[in-house]
Every structure is written in C-alpha cells, then in structure tokens.
C-alpha cells in the first residue's frame, strides 16, 4: 500500500474523523493550526459529524474538552509549545477527572526566546501530569498512533487522557504517504465511547471535588499512578489488534539493527530517522551501531528499555530537549531504567540537540556515536555533548556584531 | 416580558431543597443561602460548575451536600468547563446518544474574585459565543476563601486583608467596586440580574425570568460574609436588606440590554447605618469619623439613584451628607 501524501497535520485531523469525535474545542497557534483549520472545514462541509468550538484560550480549551468528555462526549483537540504551557494547569486537572480525552501536541520550541520549529520541552513540561504520551516519528505514526491512544485511554482499566505528539514542521508541514485505515474496520476497533459515571440527570455525581486530607490525595494520585502503568500492557493488547487488522506493528519502544548492536543512540520524535542514518554509517564503517526509538514515552518503559539496553558496551541519549542545570530529560529516566540491571552498560552518554529544530549534520550525528566508541575504548566518564556547530555560533556572533554596528 | 409568575408571594417558594441541610461552610454565609435559593427555582436537573472558591470546599470527598451534579474546574475557566458540559449535552442528544430526558441546566457558581478577576477572560468567551448557561456570582466583595483579600468587586472603603487600613492607608481599599453589571449587559448578555437574599420574591422571579431565556445570563447575588465582613452570623439577611435599603445594592435587571430596577426604595436610609455594621468599616468610624470617605461613598450611592432614576422616570429621596 502506497498511501496518500499528507502532512502530519492533516494524519492527525483525519484520524480524529476516523475516531469520529463528538466535540473538537480548538484554539489556533503554529504549527498546530492547520489541524484545527482542517477539522473546522470538515464540519462546515458536513463531512465530519463533530462539534466544532474555538475556544478563547489553551486554558479554556482544556477546561471545555475534559469537562464535554466528563459528559459522555468522545473529545480531540491539538495544541503546541506555548499553548501547552498555558493549558497546564487543566492538563492535571483532566488526568485528575480520568477523563479520557486526546490532545494532539505539535512540538515547538518554547519562548523566550520565542522560535517556531521544535524541541520537545513543551510536551515533557506536561511529562508529570498524568497524561498517556505516545511520540511519533511519521505522519503514518501520528495517524495510527491517535487510534490507539483513544482505544487505550478509554479503556476502563486506564480511563486517562492522552497526547499524541508530533514534531511542528519536520512533520507537521511535511508530507509522506500515509496510509488511512478503513473506516468500517476503525469502527470495529475503536467502538463508542462509554463514559464511567458521567455527569447525569438520572444519576448526578460530583466530580474534582476537594479532599482535605493528605491520605485522601495519595489514595488518588496512587490510583491514577496504577491506571497509567496498567497502559502499558493495554496499549500492547491493542496494538496487537492493530497490527491484526491494519498491518501495521507498534511497541512502546521500536528497535533498529539492535541484534548486535554494541552502541545504542536512544531517540524519539522525527530527528530518529537522523540517527537510523547515523547507524547504517556507523555500521559501514564497522561500528556495531544501533538504535532505540522511544515510542511510548507514559508510561515510561522501564523493563523494555532495561531489556533492550542491558549487555551494551555504552548508551547513549539524545534529548531534544534541556532541563536547564540538570542536562537532558530522557537521560535521567533512561539511567534510572538501567541502574537496577545486572549487565548494564558501562557508560551512558548524555548528547542535548536539535533544539528549536536545530539542524542536525551528518558529521553531528556521528560524532555522538565516535563519542560512545572512544568511552569504551578509553574508560573514561562520559561528559554531556551539546549539540552545536562553529559555523553556527560564528553565524550568530556575526549577525550580533551587524546589528550592533561593528561590522 | 410581563409573563405570569409562579411566584406571587414568599410562600411560593418552592419547598423542594437540593441542597442537604449540613455542610462545611460558614454559619451565615449569604453565598450557599443564594444557591439553595437559586436550586429551589431551576429544580433537580442541574450541572454546577464551579471555579475555586468557598464553594469548591463544601464538597470534599466522598461527602456532597448537593442532590445534583458538581464539577469543580479551576479558578479561571468555569465557564468553559459549563461550554464543554453543553456542548457535549448538545452533540450528543444531537446525534440520538442521550435522550432529551438527561438534559441539564448547567450553571457555573463561583465567588466574585473568579466572577470580576482571574475568570473575566473564559467569562468573556462563554458570553460571545452565546452559550447557553447560567452563571451564579455569590459577591461577598474579597476572596473569602483564602482569608478575605481585595478583589475588584471590593468596593472602596473596606478594608481587607491586602488592603489593610492603617495610618499611612486610612481609607483601606480605595479602588472602586468595579461594575460586573454593565461589563456584562456591554457584551450583549441577554439576561443579568443582581439579587440579594433579604428579597426572596425579588430573587425566585428573576431566576424563573432568565430561564425563559437562552444564552448567557448572570446573576450577582449579594453575599453577606460574616467572617470576612464581621459581624454576627445571625444578622447576615439583615445586612443585605440594609444594603438595598440604602441603596449600596440595587437591586436590578437587564433584558436584551433595557434595564430595569426592581426594587426602589421610597427614601434611602444613609450609607452610614450600613457601613457601621461591619468591623471591615471600621475604621472609617473609629477612633474618628472619616467624614470625608463616609461622603464620598453617600454621594457616589446618591449620583446612581439620580442617573437611574432619570433613566427610569422613578425619584428617590436621598440622605444629605453626614455633615449635613
């Protein structure tokens, strides 16, 4: 199967109508927009049966989208960088409802200074606050991955809401073939919502009530902690359902010529294919590269990253992302996965790049894994690379010295 | 809108309650008297949304005293929780999902620091977008739940607990009550009312009024505070029938923009009697009289029924100034 040629964009708003989504409450910021845009003609047009509102703010959409899910209504909406941020206060408040509802994130950079392309600080700002997060490398994932998120958020094992996040222009505005899943066959896979408990003339309940105590609030947080890490394996059993009926296989995490691979580059989000690349020259040059692709990123996979890093020689991390005075976000969580493991690797290199879509070289992307191989050959403790050319700063320092007259 | 009432005197007031007896609110609070009230008229099918508030801390789990539906939301965006509610109650009767039976009023309720601050921008949304809710301000005129700082529907002269009066800052607050009122009827809100709990006849039929209308309607419902205003619990209704006796709250309403008063008073009785009830008055009395202040805010009470009653064709006899 071919597919069609859509941006990430348009598999995410197609996907919605698949899921056939009863309420879209939208607000516009790039590279998000044209989901919404989208969406909003298919309404008007008659050719998808959803509610359509733009909302006054992030905040308000969140607000609207777990309040119309608590009401019985299977809810999609999509934001990026900054409108995240703005939103995250309900963000904690809808994972408190377990209010099943997705979020599609289009991950920008975060101000200041402001920058339009992505690094992904935006959607692990919302890392903590009770959201499933699935992360997609092409406009086929965000497509299938948006199907599987509803299937697995509803599910009343787990009952929390999702984003489902894609990387703003590398493939918001990029078009691959993506190949769109039948829509009788979508039905069968992702059946009516079934809301628990919803708000009720028959049957009122009250929900994000306060509780006063502390030993109330863990019983809470404790209940939503289990329902995210039972996602794990609901998400698996829907996956395989997936793959029955699609053709299509997903795990929490993807493996590439891992077989033998000696050093691994653990990655997520689009800049993957970058470090695919990296290894097949590695390998050419007879580097027992590999890689391992963060697909499910919460829950995190402990056990298969443990499983599928132990016995490396070295790991390395890139993080599109930094946590000022701390380093990159994905190295902490990939360290704590493999402290407990017997044979883990001897080092672990932490590489922060791409940030606010910062190209990324070939020579770049090699040079993590030269780092990984001179660690091991050499014994030494990896010291944190952060990804950034001389051209590129003397770029910089000569656009400052032109704007400050000195040139 | 000369419609026949269900409710011709007090004693028509339903004896249906949906709000249990016993909750963790203050004794006299005028905010859950206002809901109870407001219950009694829309009957059981409702959705309450709530923003942070005194509210939000009389259902703790697993308890609530209310025989409806609660959904707390956060302090800026109730009534985009009560867009999404709706919304979704319509797409999904809409589509045959829910029967019109499960239909529900939903009504956002919170205090006046969500109504005139932190929530005016989800407010301003709701209202633009006509959308078909009610919205229940219980105004105790501070946030009472955090201790009773200033919020804009303070009005000037009181003193809070960030506007403390003191010898450099004799008058406390000196920022005017901002008007909720008109931003709301400039916006084009069908429907907006203030209410108080002393004129409970007043109140059942603008609440019965406004759900003969769709679209957004608000209500400002004058809420004594006897913990955040001081005074004893058992004068609470007293205060606010003082308060629309001398004209500090009029009592009002506005239809497709035509406002109305609904009550008017003969003759005001001075500022001053309403004033020296609460300890956050004080010191505008004591340990000397502010005459100037005590003025002020007789004469800003005094310049409202004049251009009101102008507007209306309707004359108040008003007090002098207390140095008259």
Redesign the interface.
């Known amino acids: 199967m071919k597919g069609r040629l859509l941006t990430g964009n348009a598999a995410a708003a197609a996907a919605a109508r698949l899921a056939r989504v009863?309420?879209v409450?939208a607000y516009p910021i790039t590279p998000q927009t044209e989901i919404i845009e989208t969406i909003a003609d298919w309404v008007r047009e008659g050719t998808m049966?959803?509610?359509f509102?733009q909302?006054?703010?992030e905040?308000?959409?969140m607000?609207?989208?777990?309040?119309?899910?608590?009401?019985?209504?299977r809810?999609f909406t999509a934001t990026s960088s900054q409108g995240l941020l703005y939103a995250l206060?309900?963000l904690y408040?809808v994972s408190g409802w377990r209010a099943p509802m997705l979020l599609v994130n289009v991950s920008r950079g975060l101000a200041a200074p402001i920058v339009l392309e992505p690094d992904h600080n935006d959607v692990l700002a919302a890392r903590d606050s009770g959201f499933l997060q699935l992360h997609s490398e092409t406009c086929q994932e965000v497509a299938d991955l948006v199907l599987l998120a509803y299937r697995v958020a509803e599910d009343k094992r787990v009952s929390l809401p999702a984003i489902v996040n894609l990387d703003g222009f590398y493939l918001s505005f990029t078009r691959e073939p993506v190949v769109l899943p039948d829509q009788g066959k979508v039905d069968q896979f992702l059946p009516?919502y079934e809301p628990v408990s919803p708000?009720?003339?028959?049957r009122?309940?009250?929900?994000?009530?306060?509780?006063?105590e502390g030993f109330?609030y863990s019983y809470f947080r404790y209940n939503l902690h289990a329902a995210a890490l039972r996602a794990k394996n609901v998400f698996n059993e829907a996956a395989g359902e997936y793959e029955q009926l699609f053709g299509r296989e997903y795990g929490p995490v993807e493996g590439y010529m891992l077989d033998d691979a000696e050093y691994v580059l653990v990655m997520s989000n689009s800049f993957t294919a970058l470090g695919r690349q990296a290894v097949k020259r590695m390998r050419e040059r007879g580097v027992h590269a590999g890689l391992l692709k963060l697909r499910m990123v919460r829950p995190f996979p402990t056990e298969e990253v443990a499983a599928l890093l132990r016995g490396r020689k070295v790991v390395g991390v890139f993080d599109q992302n930094l946590s000022p005075g701390l380093g990159g976000i994905f190295y902490s969580e990939v360290a704590g996965a493999l402290y407990h493991v017997k044979n883990r690797p001897k080092a672990i290199l932490p590489a922060v790049g791409a940030l606010g879509g910062k190209q990324i070289t070939a020579k770049e992307m090699d040079s993590v894994f030269e780092e990984m191989v001179r660690i091991d050959r050499d014994g030494v403790t990896p010291s944190p690379m952060f990804l950034m050319r001389d051209d590129e700063l003397a770029r910089v320092r000569k656009a400052v010295a032109i704007a400050e007259g000195r040139s | 809108m000369a419609t026949a009432t269900r409710f011709r005197t007090l004693k028509d007031m339903p004896k249906e309650d949906y709000l249990s007896p016993g909750n963790t609110l203050c004794a006299g609070c005028g905010g859950i008297l206002a809901l109870r009230i407001f219950h009694k008229v829309l009957g059981p099918k409702v959705a309450w949304v709530n923003a942070a508030g005194c509210m939000t801390v009389s259902m703790s789990y697993p308890l609530s005293p209310l025989k409806s539906n609660w959904l707390y939301t956060a302090f800026a965006s109730a009534p985009a929780g009560a867009q999404g509610v709706r919304d979704a109650l319509d797409v999904l009767m809409a589509k045959g999902k829910l029967p019109a039976s499960e239909d529900l009023k939903v009504v956002v309720v919170s205090g006046d620091g969500a109504a005139y601050d932190i929530g005016l921008q989800s407010t301003s949304g709701a209202i633009d977008r006509r959308l078909d809710f009610y919205y229940l301000c219980y105004d105790n005129e501070a946030y009472g739940n955090t201790g009773f700082q200033m919020s804009t529907s303070t009005p000037y002269g009181s003193s809070t607990k960030t506007t403390p009066a003191t010898a450099a800052y004799p008058l406390g607050n000196t920022a005017r009550k901002k008007d909720l009122f008109e931003v709301w009827r400039a916006m084009k809100a069908p429907y907006v009312a203030t209410l108080a709990n002393s004129h409970g006849l007043d109140f059942l039929r603008k609440v019965e009024r406004g759900s003969e209308i769709k679209g957004p309607r608000l209500y400002i419902a004058f809420a004594a505070c006897p913990t955040g205003w001081g005074f004893d619990t058992r004068n609470s209704v007293e205060i606010e029938k003082l308060a629309v006796q001398t004209g500090v709250w009029p009592l009002k309403e506005s239809v497709n923009g035509a406002v109305r008063h609904t009550f008017v008073p003969r003759a005001l009785i001075p500022v001053s009697d309403y004033l020296k009830t609460q300890e956050r008055f004080n010191h505008l009395f004591e340990p000397s009289e502010k005459t100037e202040a005590i003025d002020a805010i007789q004469e800003s009470v005094n310049v409202y029924w004049k251009e009101a009653g102008a507007r209306e064709g309707f004359e108040v006899k008003l007090p002098g100034s207390s140095s008259r």
């Open positions: 009863d309420y409450p049966d959803s509610k509102v909302l006054e703010s905040h308000s959409m607000t609207a989208a777990g309040a119309a899910s608590l009401a019985g209504a809810v206060e309900m408040n009516p708000l009720s003339a028959s009122p309940v009250a929900r994000g009530s306060a509780v006063m109330v």
